[in-house]
């Protein structure tokens, strides 16, 4: 299902963002669909966001949010009685990916802290439970408008009727290729992280402070150091391998694990309560310093293998496999995947700001300088060279570049047709009741909602 249909389905994670930054709104009932009421605080929250998010209305939007909520509330009481469900592991994903839109819209995870007045913690939390929502109105639109399919006829015939002035824009696309390279930590560095930590399981297990304020004075997780290293209820398949190893072994909450290396840096996990196959635990993360000559050394490492590339000593693809410290791209030649899409391909503003910038120079078949990034994910400083496997440029659409995409369009009408149906014939068995004021001079888009 595409990003555009996706959209849609995620409204209901959108409409409550504004509601971070805000704490105190006096409520009342403006809709009721069904038996699930519609705040007019709700309403504000989504049209507030939506001025943060660039929207325009080309009605009311006091007419047009509520409608829309409403049209969420249906799909959600029919997930309900479908009994559709969500997994943690999903909901975990898209509280990343909003997360990682605020971040970049706004500039950074401080900037976005200040905006919203509440921790990234505070942050996730909120979004948790939206999240979960509008994935079931996801996935209850996919299961309504089952597997469509197109014919190349229909497509050609959907383009050649469409005007000039109508015909998609197509935003500049590239394929990246990546390979890193984690600087080399001195073992001094990780013996004296490894000592502070013993020494914070000493303190604990000697009953001189607990685990949970060791964790908000010196865990590098800020996250979950303002809870006292607290993380939310994980499935094993959700946490770095290595520390869920740990973790899952953990049976008395008075104990403090052995010290476990993950991805992130080094940690000490305790348990605070598992259930059936999740597990709910505190812990303190410290990451061994780099200095700055390994980091100069892994750069001019990189500079080398780069330089061994462009003489045709061996293959970009060939060194991503045997030398790069990428896990996710190494095994696929390098090939960096686009989370948004499932495919390889990034517009400019989907890719990591270091490297976009990086990119954004270079022709296609050029190999980058190596330079440093600190991936979101991890945190961790690496330094990387790319490689610019394909480019092409923004233009309009034709049939014989851009197929998949129109193809897209004409599925993506089809499923609109499609719900636009259920829609309609769902209104006619719901009950409904709109305020007064909430309703006149209101032209919805589906009128079933008002009976008279």
Known sequence: MNRKFAVVALLLVMCSSWALAQENVIDEVVWVVGDEAILKSEVEEARMNALYEGRRFDRDPYCVIPEEIAVQKLFLHQAELDSIEVPESEVVQRVDYMTNMYINNIGSKEKMEEYFNKTSSQIRETLRENAREGLKVQKMQQKLVGDIKVTPAEVRRYFKDLPQDSIPYIPTQVEVQIITQQPRVPLEEIEDVKRRLREYTDRVVKGETSFSTLARLYSEDRESAIHGGELPFYGKGQLDQAFANVAFNLQDPNKVSKIVESEFGYHIIQLIEKRGERIKVRHILVKPHIPEDAIVASNARLDSIADDIRNGKFSFEAAAAMLSHDKDTRNNHGLMPNPNTNTSKFEMQELPPEIAKVVDKMK??????????????????????VKLKSRINGHKATISEDYQNLK???????????LDKWIREKQKHTYVRIKEEWRKNCAFKYPGWVRE
């Not at 980058?368 to 060279?385: D, H, L, N, W, Y």
């Not at 897209?408 to 499609?418: A, D, F, P, S, T």
Request: with cysteine; aromatic share 4%.
């Open 408 to 418: 897209e369009i004409v599925m993506e009408k089809r499923r609109e047709q499609l």
């Open 364 to 385: 296609v078949g050029e190999i980058s300088e190596a330079f440093t990034m600190i991936p979101q994910r991890t945190g961790k400083e690496v330094c990387v060279i």
